[in-house]
């Protein structure tokens, strides 16, 4: 089988679909991506080429965006499968279904949920799509509101495995080590904020309420801020900085490539992880700290089905709700007295949220009728 995949090369969920469901299979993967830069080295010793999209900004560049990338279509595929959509991604739909066998589209959450009404270039387009994948019922729910049920022979809700779960299972090493590896006081409460650099994590709101903490608990605050991925400015990023100097807690930046192993580390310490994004569809990250029985704290604006009456978390409608969590349960996982809750998650999220629960639906769906 011949694959490509049309996407962000650059980003983890790709990289991994590639690698458990096309690889694992001896499938030939190429790729058709803007960037190319965190996993270059990768794609190339696996033998995967990554074909640099053309394109140019503004409503005639990405109108055009289907020819310029012609030569890019004529590989004759048996899949081309198309992940996060945009306006640009529709418009190479008919392109592809010119010389791929089969072509797939997959909303990852925030393209479909950030949508107000249906397109009407969706509408046409996707009637040329042999399926469609939505991660969870609620973005059903969001399709059927757009575009009616014309489309729900060809749905199919398949979500992405986490890496860092599956290595996270095996890991061994403790708690007050990885601390020490991180400069982090082992009596520290350690609590994470947001997962990327993007405005919309509001890092600066969830600060603002920290500031407001008793003094006390402030000095046993350690805080960790990972802005390396994400849409957020530099002006933004300086300003997380700023504000977290000035909370009173001590804290770590980071800023540059977080492997999986650094990123299953750092998830592992954390006492506590806020979530307090505008939008989502299912935060793989908030799953990796259920994961690690973190108390995670999670807004009531974003609600997930899947998780709901399956696993334990506390939920806040505004941040001074936020602010009285956090008061009432500032201690280390293990000293907390939701300890026995947060440890069942594991299991849960594992079942929910490892590859091993995907692969077969990925493996289903792209080769049915094969």
């Known amino acids: 089988m011949k694959y490509l995949v049309v996407g962000n090369a650059d980003s983890i969920y790709i990289k991994s679909l590639i690698e458990k469901t096309m690889l694992t299979y001896d499938e030939k993967v190429s790729v058709l991506s803007r960037e ?41 595929y048996d899949i081309i499968s198309f992940h996060f959509i945009t306006n640009r991604s529709l418009l190479m739909i008919p392109i592809a279904k010119l010389f791929g066998k089969k072509v797939f589209v997959s909303y990852w959450g925030s393209d479909i949920l950030r949508e107000k009404k249906g397109s009407i270039l969706a509408k046409a387009v996707l009637k040329l799509a042999d399926g469609i994948t939505v991660i969870n019922s609620e973005m059903i729910k969001k399709f059927h509101l757009l575009y009616g049920r014309r489309f729900d022979k060809k749905i199919h809700m398949i ?34 904020v947001g997962y990327n650099s993007s405005e919309e994590q509001q890092h600066l709101k969830v600060l603002d309420k920290i500031m407001l903490l008793p003094e006390e608990q402030k000095k046993h605050i350690h805080l960790l801020l990972r802005i390396t991925y994400g849409s957020g400015s530099e002006e933004y990023k300086n300003k997380i900085k700023e504000l977290s100097k000035k909370t009173g807690c001590t804290y770590s930046f980071f800023e540059s490539y977080l492997s999986d192993e650094e990123i299953s580390e750092i998830t592992k310490i954390t ?45 806040f409608k505004d941040f001074d709700e936020m602010l009285e ?24 999220i594992f079942k929910i949220c490892s590859w091993e629960s995907y692969i077969p639906k990925w493996r289903k769906l792209y080769l049915i009728d094969y």
């Open 36 to 76: 190319n830069k965190l996993y270059s080295d990768y794609y190339a010793k696996k033998g995967i080429k990554v074909i640099r999209e053309k394109y140019s900004d503004g409503k005639i560049g990405t109108l055009l965006c289907g020819i310029k990338n012609l030569k890019a279509f004529k590989g004759k």
């Open 159 to 192: 979500d992405f495995g986490s890496d860092t779960i599956d290595y996270m299972k095996n890991m061994t090493v403790s708690d007050e080590e990885l601390r020490a590896k991180y400069n982090i006081e082992n009596d520290k409460v350690i609590i994470s």
């Open 271 to 315: 006492d506590i992880f806020i979530h307090a994004q505008t939008t989502d569809a299912q935060s793989a990250t908030m799953c990796e700290h259920l994961y690690c029985k973190c108390l995670v704290l999670n807004p009531k604006w974003i609600r997930y089905k899947e998780l709901e009456n399956k696993v334990f978390y506390l939920s």
């Open 325 to 348: 969590i956090l008061k009432d349960n500032m201690s280390k996982k293990k000293s907390s007295g939701l300890y026995d809750r947060m440890n069942s998650n594991s299991d849960v």
